[in-house]
């Protein structure tokens, strides 16, 4: 299935951090074009041109994912797939058993063989350790789904703004952080009918609910055929987050909070 590119992204994998010397996790994204490495322009997390190049219809796109350990060497596990048509659904959170990485493994790697372009992606620390290799020992099994461990801020937000949506499948919630920062980036969210999730994100408005894995897929596939209800979401989610979670607003607050405080200490 052909589906429209995005064409907001501002940065692609392969401008992704491409910064030497870093210890912590990282993903470099680079594209091989007739065996070789290719370096004559960059793609964005679905195929989308950014810098002139020749061969995109032979070319592959190598996305790997790899942990760098001062001393302990390096692990990797790679994505490789047409640079035409890739689309990358990002879950990020603590390996831990309330935020339920595994809820949607089974139902995506079942999709995955039916639509190798998608692909889930799974961000976050190892919290618990013995989950943590339950984790891993599920992801190592399945196909389409890949399992990368914690980043800087920054980095995290270079992944978000190019990948196809960011996906919260936790049990329970408060008020999820990754739910806003993507909605503030203007990336769609697909989030589990949790209370949590479902007081800030309205379906079909602001993010998409799903209720179970058969449900999410369901409509995963309609943000990727419908691009007039991406854009919906999109511009709904980043009113929101702009309107009713203003960093500014809130340090605005806090500051006269603190004034106050201070000026009753005075007093």
């Known amino acids: 299935m052909k589906t429209p590119t995005r064409k907001k992204r501002t940065q692609s994998w392969a401008e992704f951090l491409r910064k030497p010397g870093r210890h912590e996790t990282s993903i470099n994204i680079c594209r091989k074009y007739s065996g070789a490495f290719w370096k004559g322009g960059t793609t964005g997390s679905k195929g989308r041109k950014t810098q002139s190049g020749e061969g995109s219809s032979r070319s592959q796109i190598c996305c790997r994912f790899h942990r760098v ?55 976050g620390p190892e919290v618990d350790p013995v989950f943590t290799r339950e984790v891993k020992a599920k992801v190592r099994r399945a196909a389409g789904v890949r399992l990368i461990g914690e980043m800087p801020q920054e980095d995290l937000h270079a992944v978000v703004k190019n990948c196809f949506a960011v996906v919260n499948s936790s049990v329970s919630e408060g008020m999820s952080a990754a739910i806003l920062e993507a909605m503030d980036l203007e990336v769609p969210v697909l989030a589990r009918n949790i209370p949590g999730n479902a007081a800030v994100v309205k379906h079909e408005v602001t993010g998409l609910l799903f209720s179970n894995p058969q449900e999410f897929v369901h409509l995963a596939k309609r943000l990727l055929s419908e691009p007039a209800l991406e854009k919906e979401i999109v511009v709904n989610g980043r009113e929101y987050v702009r309107t009713y979670h203003s960093w500014q607003v809130e340090r605005d607050t806090y500051q006269q909070l603190i004034r106050k405080l201070e000026g009753s200490t005075e007093d």
């Open 69 to 123: 350990n001062e001393g302990n060497g390096t692990s990797a596990v790679e994505i490789n797939h047409s640079a035409d048509n890739l689309h990358i659904f990002l879950l990020i959170c603590g390996l831990r058993q309330v935020k339920d990485p595994l809820y949607l493994v089974d139902a995506f790697s079942e999709w995955h063989q039916e639509e190798p372009s998608v692909y889930l992606v799974i961000a």
